[in-house]
């Protein structure tokens, strides 16, 4: 059975920075996506980060430029780097594995991240 578990999640200023982690744990024959997502309270899950299989990236428009996904294929985790965070940056962010294009997945358990002089 395939887990994902999150850290780095926590309180930060305006500004600031976090690192998030996600490692998967089990046996996972084929990636076809890796992820970041996040939900606000009151609001949709929404997708901030992915990376391909192939090592292409997408973001969501309101985090270019401030955050940054990557991986370490052989440890299977990936990483969410925030830069100049914003309190509107703040929710719960889950990290998502895809084995094929239309796999639901597997979801981590969710970290808090809240942006807050």
């Known amino acids: 059975q395939v887990q994902l578990v999150e850290s780095g999640g926590g309180l930060v200023q305006p500004g600031g920075s976090l690192t998030l982690s996600c490692k998967a744990s089990?046996?996972?024959?084929?990636?076809?996506?890796m992820g970041w997502y996040r939900q606000a309270p009151g609001k949709q899950r929404e997708s901030v980060a992915t990376?391909?299989?192939?090592?292409?990236?997408l973001y969501a428009d309101s985090v270019k430029g401030r955050f940054t996904i990557s991986r370490d294929g052989n440890k299977n985790t990936w990483f969410l780097q925030m830069n100049s965070l914003k309190p509107e940056d703040t929710a719960v962010y889950y990290c998502?594995?895809?084995?094929?294009?239309?796999?639901?997945?597997?979801w981590g358990q969710g970290t808090q991240v809240t942006v807050s002089s």
């Open positions: 990376i391909s299989s192939d090592g292409r990236t």
């Open positions: 089990g046996v996972i024959r084929t990636i076809y996506r």
């Open positions: 998502n594995i895809m084995r094929w294009a239309a796999d639901v997945g597997y």
